[in-house]
């Protein structure tokens, strides 16, 4: 849509082309439907949050920036606000205010749509031989390559119908939530015209637990814990991967959240990520008191036993951890849940400090890329110029968005890539 508008800008005439029926399905459902426009850190602190070929990004951030966005929602009368960790969300909560923002725009600028058309192919054709003033009086290397390159000239439609053109950006997105659309059309499309496409994988996606952490993930089913700091550890190596500090869910297949979300950008990039998982070397660490050291944890539960001191130890940790936490802390620790609070040792308490300032769920698996928010990998940023976009290998061919080789954390970054590529493609 954005780079549509801005094609339109430059005076072109612009047809969109949607595989669905209406357009920006993946737009209404991010941020659970709030839409998490963007961050309100500093531009040039965005490619420190994309661990994907960051930099690649540098001259489309310089060329559209969040503010741009922001100010660009605030003229189609959409107000926004800042929450927790940078997000900037629009102020009525709905990204469908977002979406309608760009439909009108697409709208003024006269951007003809077209849903339900689903692309097939792109077609090409040799380019223009240079004419006769200009033709050089010895064919060398760079000329001959000239001769071989291939220049964009439409598409073909599943209907049968081509749609001519001479200038196409293909921004059909990743394999994540296929049902919004994206389902690697555009990977395909790329690569039938020479294109690497470098291994596709889900990033900012849930995580699995073994058969032992499972267990105990699914008597927490559904319990959200926030304000906990989390760090995935390769203990083979003894090695921390990733650290972070937020909030985090239990599911019945292992754990998810915003912190779990953006470990897995890091995981996925992990040497032998796969063996390492398999050997059951991948650790998530949950420490459920951050702001308590371990002496100081000891001494508040000291306080609790002594104000419970004749309950048992399940109702003795109340005021301490959330209730669907304490039979799996009292597992792990060995604690008979029916013991007396006045009857634990030294020992015991030690244990139970160490479980709640590390409270371990090994991890051997990430959910499938249907799942996931984001796709890492995509169309090679060596073969796209990034101060254009536009295809190093096609002439015409323009890329923006998720189908490209780059991927953010979550809290609005992903979003600020497919407008400021979408940007710089539909201007050039």
């Given at each position: 849509?954005?780079?549509?508008?801005?094609?339109?800008?430059?005076?072109?005439?612009?047809?969109?082309?949607?595989?669905?029926?209406?357009?920006?399905?993946?737009?209404?459902?991010?941020?659970?439907?709030?839409?998490?426009?963007?961050?309100?850190?500093?531009?040039?602190?965005?490619?420190?949050?994309?661990?994907?070929?960051?930099?690649?990004?540098?001259?489309?951030?310089?060329?559209?920036?969040?503010?741009?966005?922001?100010?660009?929602?605030?003229?189609?009368?959409?107000?926004?606000?800042?929450?927790?960790?940078?997000?900037?969300?629009?102020?009525?909560?709905?990204?469908?205010?977002?979406?309608?923002?760009?439909?009108?725009?697409?709208?003024?600028?006269?951007?003809?749509?077209?849903?339900?058309?689903?692309?097939?192919?792109?077609?090409?054709?040799?380019?223009?031989?240079?004419?006769?003033?200009e033709a050089p009086k010895k064919e060398n290397s760079k000329d001959r390559e000239k001769l071989e390159r291939k220049q964009v000239e439409g598409?073909?439609?599943?209907?049968?119908?081509?749609?001519?053109?001479?200038?196409?950006?293909?921004?059909?997105?990743?394999?994540?939530?296929?049902?919004?659309?994206?389902?690697?059309?555009?990977?395909?499309?790329?690569?039938?015209?020479?294109?690497?496409?470098?291994?596709?994988?889900?990033?900012?996606?849930?995580?699995?637990?073994?058969?032992?952490?499972?267990?105990?993930?699914?008597?927490?089913?559904?319990?959200?814990?926030?304000?906990?700091?989390?760090?995935?550890?390769?203990?083979?190596?003894?090695?921390?991967?990733?650290?972070?500090?937020?909030?985090?869910?239990?599911?019945?297949?292992?754990?998810?959240?915003?912190?779990?979300?953006?470990?897995?950008?890091?995981?996925?990039?992990?040497?032998?990520?796969?063996?390492?998982?398999?050997e059951s070397n991948i650790v998530l660490k949950i420490d459920l008191k951050p702001a308590l050291s371990l002496e100081k944890l000891d001494a508040?539960?000291q306080r609790d036993f002594e104000k419970f001191k004749n309950k048992e130890i399940r109702n003795g940790l109340q005021e301490l951890l959330p209730?669907?936490?304490?039979?799996?802390?009292?597992?792990?620790?060995?604690?008979?849940?029916?013991?007396?609070?006045?009857?634990?040792?030294?020992?015991?308490?030690?244990?139970?400090?160490?479980?709640?300032?590390?409270?371990?769920?090994?991890?051997?698996?990430?959910?499938?890329?249907?799942?996931?928010?984001?796709?890492?990998?995509?169309?090679?940023?060596?073969?796209?110029?990034?101060?254009?976009?536009?295809?190093?290998?096609?002439?015409?061919?323009?890329?923006?968005?998720?189908?490209?080789?780059?991927?953010?954390?979550?809290?609005?970054?992903?979003?600020?890539?497919?407008?400021?590529?979408?940007?710089?493609?539909?201007?050039?």
């Amino acid at each position: 849509m954005m780079a549509a508008i801005q094609a339109a800008k430059q005076g072109n005439e612009v047809t969109l082309l949607e595989k669905k029926e209406s357009l920006g399905r993946k737009l209404l459902i991010t941020g659970k439907g709030r839409c998490n426009i963007t961050s309100s850190l500093p531009i040039e602190d965005f490619i420190a949050n994309i661990p994907g070929n960051g930099r690649f990004l540098y001259s489309a951030f310089q060329n559209y920036t969040n503010q741009d966005i922001i100010q660009f929602l605030k003229e189609q009368g959409v107000e926004v606000k800042e929450e927790r960790g940078n997000r900037i969300f629009p102020v009525s909560d709905k990204s469908m205010d977002v979406l309608e923002a760009f439909k009108r725009e697409l709208k003024k600028q006269k951007v003809k749509i077209k849903t339900n058309a689903e692309v097939k192919e792109i077609l090409t054709r040799k380019s223009n031989e240079p004419n006769a003033q200009e033709a050089p009086k010895k064919e060398n290397s760079k000329d001959r390559e000239k001769l071989e390159r291939k220049q964009v000239e439409g598409v073909l439609l599943a209907n049968g119908q081509i749609q001519k053109a001479d200038k196409i950006v293909l921004a059909t997105g990743g394999k994540s939530y296929p049902n919004t659309g994206s389902t690697g059309d555009g990977y395909y499309m790329a690569q039938k015209l020479g294109h690497t496409i470098t291994s596709i994988k889900p990033s900012l996606v849930p995580l699995v637990a073994n058969e032992t952490s499972l267990t105990l993930c699914k008597e927490m089913q559904g319990l959200s814990l926030k304000n906990v700091a989390i760090k995935l550890e390769d203990i083979q190596k003894k090695k921390i991967i990733y650290e972070d500090f937020g909030e985090m869910l239990f599911t019945h297949f292992g754990v998810s959240g915003p912190t779990i979300l953006s470990s897995s950008a890091h995981l996925l990039r992990y040497p032998n990520i796969k063996e390492e998982m398999k050997e059951s070397n991948i650790v998530l660490k949950i420490d459920l008191k951050p702001a308590l050291s371990l002496e100081k944890l000891d001494a508040r539960i000291q306080r609790d036993f002594e104000k419970f001191k004749n309950k048992e130890i399940r109702n003795g940790l109340q005021e301490l951890l959330p209730q669907k936490m304490i039979l799996p802390i009292l597992k792990l620790t060995q604690i008979k849940e029916t013991k007396q609070v006045n009857s634990i040792t030294k020992e015991e308490r030690t244990k139970l400090v160490k479980i709640i300032k590390e409270f371990p769920i090994t991890i051997v698996d990430f959910r499938p890329i249907e799942e996931a928010i984001i796709t890492a990998g995509g169309i090679s940023i060596k073969e796209v110029n990034p101060k254009t976009m536009e295809s190093k290998l096609i002439d015409g061919l323009y890329f923006a968005g998720e189908i490209l080789d780059v991927d953010a954390y979550t809290g609005g970054f992903n979003l600020q890539i497919a407008y400021s590529t979408g940007y710089v493609a539909g201007n050039n």
